[in-house]
């Protein structure tokens, strides 16, 4: 937009990147560019570093002679994506972060303390509870099996990937994320997002219609979500709008999603529509998110509270019975 030729643009991009391997995908875009290759074109031989949403923009911005625009809007969608995906980690890090140091914890507690005190109790011969009967087996378990634990660990760690992985396993979690409890509206908000803030990026661009949709296909995870876009892409091009394909799934798709798109259909505004759409799930997540977080806090203290107070009692009941023995 500054008036710098292209080529020129993509050699000062060249200089300050200090990425060696980007620097060399820059230099075949470059090289690309002044044999006179379009652009979009040259983005395209590299689908790992350039998706088919870029590559689609690009071309529309080189068809329609305003590529500045195209690129503008294409760093608009993903700073977009990419602040709402890391909204949604961020309220899951916390938790995760405190289990696995909790789990951590409770591994070296039950290797190093709890041998210690069995050799007390061993010693001073009382009748021991179930719940300290069970501490003191998994302590053995541990200190006289840990390769075979960790190796176990490994074992669990590989098998549910490739469970995640199957395609039966990834489609019966897509159903069910969309009705747990809290979680539920915040999937189909996020999907509502993506496709709304996608779809709005693609359509500005002057990317066609059914091209937009099964481009914003791509973008979405969620196999419902998209065998939707595939029924509208098919629908528009027998002449079906949009937001009757998005009005017959109002249990993904909230009822906000397809009024806001007709509206868009019916004034010519559905790029603004899907836009005002995409950015008031953006903050309706962001909410939801602190809120989620919120909520966590106290049910993992509460969670760490038993835990810990598990742990104490069934060590403490053995020195309560040995009292009473006396």
């Known amino acids: 937009s500054a008036g710098l030729s292209l080529s020129r643009a993509i050699g000062v991009m060249k200089k300050q990147s200090k990425n060696k391997y980007f620097r060399e995908i820059l230099?075949?875009?470059?090289?690309?560019?002044?044999?006179?290759?379009?652009?979009?074109?040259?983005?395209?031989?590299?689908?790992?570093?350039?998706?088919?949403?870029?590559?689609?923009?690009?071309?529309?911005?080189?068809?329609?002679?305003?590529?500045?625009?195209?690129?503008l809007e294409i760093s608009i969608q993903m700073e977009k994506s990419n602040a709402l995906r890391k909204k949604i980690l961020g309220a899951m890090l916390y938790p995760a972060i405190i289990i696995c140091?909790?789990?951590?914890?409770?591994?070296?507690?039950?290797?190093?303390?709890?041998?210690?005190?069995?050799?007390?109790?061993?010693?001073?011969?009382?009748?021991?509870?179930?719940?300290?009967?069970?501490?003191?087996?998994?302590?053995?378990?541990?200190?006289?099996?840990?390769?075979?634990?960790?190796?176990?660990?490994?074992?669990?760690?590989?098998f549910t990937y490739g469970i995640f992985k199957l395609k039966k396993t990834k489609k019966y979690i897509d159903y069910l994320s969309t009705r747990m409890p809290l979680i539920g509206n915040l999937v189909k908000q996020n999907n509502s997002a993506k496709t709304a803030r996608t779809l709005s990026s693609l359509l500005v661009s002057g990317v066609e219609i059914v091209s937009a949709l099964a481009i914003t296909k791509e973008v979405l995870g969620n196999e419902y979500y998209r065998a939707i876009l595939d029924e509208a892409a098919e629908g528009v091009q027998k002449g079906v709008q949009i937001s009757d394909v998005f009005q017959k799934y109002e249990h993904l798709y909230p009822v906000f999603v397809s009024e806001m798109t007709a509206v868009g259909e019916e004034t010519g505004k559905i790029s603004e529509m899907l836009g005002k759409v995409a950015v008031y799930y953006e903050n309706e997540i962001e909410q939801k998110t602190k809120n989620i977080s919120t909520i966590i806090e106290p049910v993992l203290m509460v969670v760490i509270g038993a835990a810990v107070g598990f742990f104490a009692v069934s060590m403490i009941l053995p020195m309560y019975s040995l009292v009473n023995g006396l």
Do not use: C
Not at 127 to 155: M, Q, V
């Open 27 to 71: 230099v075949e875009i470059e090289e690309g560019i002044k044999a006179g290759e379009p652009f979009g074109d040259v983005l395209k031989k590299q689908p790992k570093v350039w998706n088919n949403l870029f590559v689609s923009m690009v071309k529309a911005g080189e068809e329609s002679g305003d590529v500045s625009k195209s690129l």
């Open 101 to 158: 140091v909790m789990l951590l914890i409770a591994v070296l507690m039950l290797i190093y303390v709890v041998p210690t005190l069995t050799s007390t109790f061993s010693e001073l011969k009382v009748e021991l509870p179930i719940t300290t009967r069970s501490i003191i087996f998994a302590s053995n378990f541990l200190k006289d099996h840990t390769i075979l634990f960790i190796f176990g660990i490994i074992l669990v760690g590989i």
